[in-house]
């Protein structure tokens, strides 16, 4: 099984930018991230499929920009033009396969396996 380690998340103000990391112990394949704030559902911010296609929330859409080292077995979320509503914890998840297309990638039940997360806090 693929294990995920998230890093990157920290606090900063509105404007600001984070690179969020999630390093995987095999091969990347199919990934996204997702965020969640306490008593609220796990949302999809970022997926990409095996060939190169990619897939954003709408909240984050022209912000946020998803990428993957395969060399590295990482995959990258830079955030730029935090807002506050940006603040959650932000998790990285994997198919554990491979993947063709992206219509899925924002559903967290489509992902058997995840990281522990990291916070990020944008303050105002």
């Known amino acids: 099984q693929v294990q995920l380690v998230e890093s990157g998340g920290g606090s900063v103000q509105a404007g600001g930018s984070l690179r969020l990391s999630c390093a995987a112990s095999r091969s990347t394949s199919c990934m996204a991230w997702f965020r969640q704030v306490p008593g609220s559902e796990r949302e999809g911010v970022a997926g990409?499929?095996?060939?190169?296609?990619?897939i954003y929330a709408d909240s984050v859409t022209g912000r946020f920009t998803i990428s993957q080292d395969n060399d590295k077995n990482t995959l990258y979320l830079q955030m730029n033009s935090l807002k506050p509503e940006d603040s959650a914890m932000y998790y990285c998840?994997?198919?554990?396969?491979?993947?063709?297309?992206?219509?899925?990638?924002?559903?967290?039940?489509?992902?058997?396996?995840w990281g522990q997360g990291t916070q990020v806090t944008v303050s105002s």
């Open positions: 998840a994997s198919k554990g396969l491979s993947c063709s297309g992206t219509g899925s990638l924002l559903w967290s039940g489509f992902f058997p396996l």
């Open positions: 990409m499929d095996n060939y190169g296609g990619t």
